[in-house]
């Protein structure tokens, strides 16, 4: 399939292409998170576990978001 088909698709087409695409790959499991993500989320931990991590709620985010 091309772009210039996808582009031809109306919206609700192309979402139910992209739904059955991410049902097809999350049923994989030969996919392997990259590297980085390990080094981001070991980051976090110990952020978390030295006490320094800041959490917020929802709505304080879009709060934030939104200024």
């Known amino acids: 399939m091309s772009i ?3 582009q ?3 919206k609700t087409e192309q979402l139910q ?3 059955l695409l991410w049902d097809s790959l ?3 499991s030969d996919l392997d998170s990259p590297t980085w993500h390990k ?3 070991d ?3 110990k952020k978390i576990v030295s006490g320094k991590a800041k ?6 985010v879009k ?5």
């Open 4 to 6: 210039t088909q996808i």
């Open 8 to 10: 031809k698709m109306s």
């Open 17 to 19: 292409t992209m739904e």
């Open 26 to 28: 999350s049923h994989q």
């Open 39 to 41: 080094t981001v989320l």
């Open 43 to 45: 980051a976090r931990r």
């Open 55 to 60: 959490f917020y709620s929802l709505d304080e």
């Open 63 to 67: 709060r934030r978001l939104l200024k």
